[in-house]
């Protein structure tokens, strides 16, 4: 069971900025970096935002992502059809001393 | 950057099994590769990592034990292997390079580039 949570949903018609949540703790998030990957249906993860608000090169800048304490989130502005996937938070845990994921949620574009 | 990983399997349970990573376009031996599981309709659960460099691996308390990461840097290709599958074990396995970058304030830790994936199928 993961120690870091999701939503496990969330929607929104096509322009809309969607937001996603995702809450760890002190030896998680609050301690380390926090990364955002993207998983389209039938597919691989991919990297999505890394060190909390960078975006790889080829990564749209209607994805943004911030931290603050034991928290991070993702926004998608402008969502488009395209976004419809699952999105999972990660970050490095110094207790277990390993990458944790987070739950995971699922984007609905409507 | 490429990680092309093996294909499907269908075992039984008691059964042994080595799947692969194959990596090209970097230093293989500059990177740690990581696994991670999901299991059909969950979430992602990691594994592992193992440095292709001297084979240092860390593995998460929840797969101590239970699988075994290594690399063959002659083929730059990464292996995870189980000696005795259970049902249990049914699950896509990913394999990603990790990236490590070290700076006064804090270490950042990603995944990359991810393989495309190998299914393994455990049932009797």
């Known amino acids: 069971q993961s120690v870091v949570t999701q939503p496990p949903s969330a929607s929104g018609t096509p322009g809309q900025r969607v937001t996603i949540s995702c809450s760890g703790s002190?030896?998680?998030?609050?301690?380390?970096?926090v990364n955002w990957y993207q998983q389209l249906p039938g597919t691989a993860p991919n990297l999505l935002i890394y060190d909390n608000n960078q975006r790889p090169s080829g990564v749209p800048d209607r994805f943004s992502g911030s931290k603050s304490g034991t928290s991070a989130s993702l926004a998608i502005s402008g969502l488009q059809s395209e976004d419809e996937a699952d999105y999972y938070c990660a970050a490095w845990d110094d207790s277990l001393k390993g990458d944790v994921f987070g739950t995971g949620t699922k984007v609905t574009v409507l | 950057v490429q990680l092309v990983q093996s294909g499907a399997e269908v075992k039984k349970p008691g059964e042994s099994l080595k799947i692969s990573c194959k990596a090209s376009?970097?230093?293989?031996?500059?990177?740690?590769i990581g696994w991670v599981r999901q299991m059909p309709g969950k979430g992602l659960d990691w594994m592992g990592i193992i440095y292709a460099g001297d084979s240092d691996t860390r593995h998460s308390p929840s797969f101590q034990g239970q699988v075994t990461m290594s690399v063959d840097k002659s083929i730059t290709t990464a292996y995870l292997q189980w000696s005795s599958l259970k049902a249990s074990d049914t699950a896509m396995y990913y394999c990603a390079r990790l990236i490590v970058s070290f700076s006064t304030v804090t270490t950042r830790r990603y995944f990359d580039s991810w393989g495309q994936g190998t299914l393994v199928t455990v049932s009797s």
């Open positions: 376009g970097y230093n293989f031996t500059n990177y740690w």
């Open positions: 002190s030896s998680n998030i609050g301690s380390n970096p």
